[in-house]
């Protein structure tokens, strides 16, 4: 079982494969966090120490006992205003302005299966593949009842954690009345001993992700997003980690929010040398008025343990995405190869060139086309039009169902870009709805890319919008839609919500309403996440959209360190990836179009240039790139992903995808510095069957797996920049001759 509760003690157990978690009712009512790590046996409650300590209050119930105090115990939910004065998860205010909350123990609930979350996406499983426990705490006097959602996933070695928030109306002196939510964190992990480093992933628009590593230290480290949106300069993953662990060894823990809003995560080590860390949603322009009777559902975060490093760590959240986070169609489908219009043209192109360019994607084995920004409304530049969802058929020379039947009759599927949270002022659809779009009265708005965002907090705004939409993508056999988010969210205020502080939070939920409902709708679309590229990538866009825009860089060599930063959290089958001209248009660089295709084989794989300015070299080059792709790609898809390198650190980035049974193993290289007198890198390989013989399919080599695993192989020393290597190993047969 998954999930086993202990009378005598008080205790709650949830065990997965290589972990376990317990936490205790005390006997003052509170909900007390014991231990999260590696399994080991019995009651964990003997870590906790008691003693009279300066300045840490003590609880009315306990009497004259000074030992105890909230200020130094581990706790499950933390809450502002019972006697802790380290970060919490949680505060409240009633509407006299009061701020605090007394949560204690009530009642427990196990049942087969996985909770799910109103309005929210979460992690799904079936019954024989996850359990689901219910806790509730209740503050009496003000008639609040906080539920701690816990789902357990044994086989990925996966909980998850969320809360739900119940105003029963019946406040202090039995008269209901608002409450108010000024602080929601879904999770919060108490550690009294132990000494972590904090790993986040921070950057900016074209340079996501980057990885970074420091010690934890007295005091609170934050990271997050006042963005609106995950954003690019932080992502909503973070991990702690032992100082020693590597990737291959120590103990790590991971925590991910399911959510594509502002955000907060908090790592904090207080006086006592104890840590806690937190995740949840962003405090500034949050304060959600809950009436009587009504129930506040915060978003989920997925924790994860591994006792034998970050690779592990980073497998089994891979796993919990790509199993139980991602759905649909093409949830285990290889993804089609696409060539997408916007570096091919931007927004200079008709029908004609993008039939063009369809013909040239047929002849080198391209299965999609992707039509960029610029073919509705009067959308010939970033300035005007967004909003106004019409095709503009003078532009591509007849309907939009007459250019996809000439496109497929070619033998390539078709798909659109669409941006529909946002709007131009220069736009019939701002000129008859100003007040759809957030703006403040009375102040001019901040405007970015020359676009304004939408409410999606109102129905009406989504409902509106999603028509247009379903409008366009009935007009044909469309089988891709890139949905795109070009800002950050600045002016918030709806003309239609009485109180501002829930319009950031109930924006996201218009948002995944209008996603829910494209994905009914239309279940063989497949929907690509992006915002600027990585602006949005978190496991709340998975939900809907199974890849997401990796990054708005197709850089090969800034590539390989945003996805080395995103492979800490997610799945390369989630990240869209695309080999691209040269120069680089983001950064000037040259490439070959082999290092630029290895690098975009850690990804979903695609063409991001113009087909028609290739030479006939370069196309057979395309040719075989995309052969070597499909002949590779269940074994990148579905197989188990190591990091071999550091690309911040060393002069080689280097990945890995290993098959389940260890019968192949694929091994990408990019190397990323080149000097004279070139020393000889070596990549050691990961995972391998070490009392087995591998074959390299090119060379024809032949090594054992322990050397492979052990001392690694040399790579070439040759002249040229940027080189980049592909090395297929397959298992040789018991008893095999080489």
Not at 434 to 457: C, E, I
Not at 604 to 612: K, R, S, V
Request: proline share 3%; aromatic share 12%.
């Amino acid at each position: 079982m998954g999930i086993t509760f202990d009378e005598k003690n008080k205790t709650f157990t949830l065990h997965t494969k290589s972990a376990m978690y317990q936490m205790q009712v005390d006997k003052y009512g509170f909900l007390l966090h014991l231990y999260y790590g590696k399994k080991v046996q019995g009651c964990m409650d003997y870590l906790l120490t008691y003693y009279d300590r300066g300045f840490s209050g003590n609880p009315y119930d306990a009497g004259n006992d000074r030992t105890y105090s909230m200020d130094a115990l581990p706790q499950e939910f933390p809450c502002a205003g019972n006697g802790d004065y380290r970060t919490p998860a949680l505060i409240l205010k009633n509407r006299a302005g009061t701020y605090g909350c007394d949560l204690r123990y009530k009642r427990y609930q196990i049942s087969r299966g996985k909770y799910g979350l109103k309005g929210l996406p979460a992690v799904y499983a079936g019954e024989d593949e996850a359990e689901t426990l219910k806790i509730e705490l209740e503050d009496q006097n003000q008639g609040i009842a906080v539920t701690l959602l816990y789902g357990v996933l044994p086989e990925p070695d996966i909980i998850t954690r969320s809360v739900v928030i119940c105003n029963h109306g019946c406040g202090e002196n039995g008269v209901p009345e608002t409450i108010f939510l000024e602080k929601v964190q879904s999770a919060c992990l108490d550690f009294v001993t132990g000494n972590y480093d904090f790993i986040s992933f921070y950057g900016r628009h074209a340079m996501e992700r980057n990885f970074q590593r420091v010690p934890v230290a007295h005091g609170s480290q934050m990271i997050g997003s006042r963005r609106g949106t995950s954003s690019h300069q932080y992502n909503p993953m973070m991990i702690l980690a032992d100082k020693e662990a590597t990737e291959d060894s120590g103990n790590c823990y991971a925590m991910s929010f399911v959510y594509s809003g502002g955000f907060q995560g908090e790592v904090e080590k207080d006086q006592y040398n104890q840590t806690r860390a937190v995740l949840g949603l962003q405090g500034e322009q949050f304060s959600y008025p809950l009436e009587p009777g009504e129930v506040f559902y915060a978003p989920e975060v997925i924790l994860t343990y591994s006792g034998s490093g970050l690779n592990r760590l980073s497998q089994n959240l891979h796993t919990c995405i790509r199993k139980h986070i991602c759905r649909g169609k093409y949830r285990d489908a290889v993804r089609p190869v696409l060539v997408n219009s916007w570096e091919a043209a931007y927004f200079d192109f008709n029908g004609d060139t993008i039939c063009e360019l369809a013909k040239h994607a047929a002849d080198v084995g391209i299965e999609l086309l992707v039509m960029d920004d610029g073919w509705f409304g009067s959308r010939d530049d970033d300035n005007r039009g967004l909003g106004d969802w019409k095709v503009n058929e003078d532009k591509l020379g007849g309907t939009l169902g007459e250019l996809i039947g000439k496109i497929n009759a070619l033998g390539v599927k078709f798909g659109i870009w669409i941006e529909p949270e946002m709007v131009n002022e220069d736009s019939e659809l701002y000129r008859t709805h100003p007040d759809w779009a957030f703006t403040v009265p009375g102040r001019k708005p901040q405007r970015s890319r020359n676009q304004l965002v939408l409410d999606f907090s109102r129905k009406e705004v989504v409902d509106a919008v999603y028509g247009q939409i379903c409008g366009i993508l009935d007009q044909g056999n469309i089988e891709y839609v890139k949905w795109d988010m070009n800002r950050s969210i600045a002016d918030v205020y709806s003309a239609a919500a009485e109180n501002q502080g829930k319009v950031m939070y109930d924006y996201i939920l218009g948002l995944y309403d209008f996603l829910e409902r494209l994905s009914t709708r239309y279940p063989d679309i497949l929907i690509e996440g992006c915002s600027g590229g990585g602006g949005r990538f978190d496991a709340g866009m998975l939900y809907y959209t199974p890849q997401i825009w990796c990054s708005d860089n197709t850089d090969a060599i800034d590539r390989v360190r945003i996805q080395y930063g995103t492979s800490f959290g997610y799945p390369v089958s989630a990240v869209g990836s695309h080999v691209s001209a040269c120069p680089n248009h983001q950064t000037g660089r040259h490439t070959s179009m082999k290092t630029r295709a290895v690098t975009a084989m850690a990804g979903t794989f695609g063409y991001e240039l113009d087909l028609c300015r290739l030479t006939e070299t370069e196309k057979e080059e395309v040719r075989e790139q995309i052969k070597d792709y499909h002949k590779y790609a269940e074994l990148i898809q579905n197989g188990t992903y190591y990091r071999l390198s550091n690309p911040f650190e060393e002069e080689a980035g280097a990945w890995e995808f290993l098959a389940e049974d260890k019968g192949e193993v694929l091994v990408n290289v990019v190397m990323l510095a080149k000097h004279g007198n070139m020393t000889v890198n070596y990549v050691r390989l990961r995972g391998l069957d070490e009392g087995a013989m591998y074959k390299d399919e090119n060379s024809g080599a032949v090594y054992s797996g322990s050397a492979l695993t052990e001392a690694g192989m040399p790579l070439p020393v040759e002249l040229g920049e940027y080189l980049a290597y592909q090395i297929h190993l397959v298992r040789e047969e018991a008893g095999h001759d080489s």
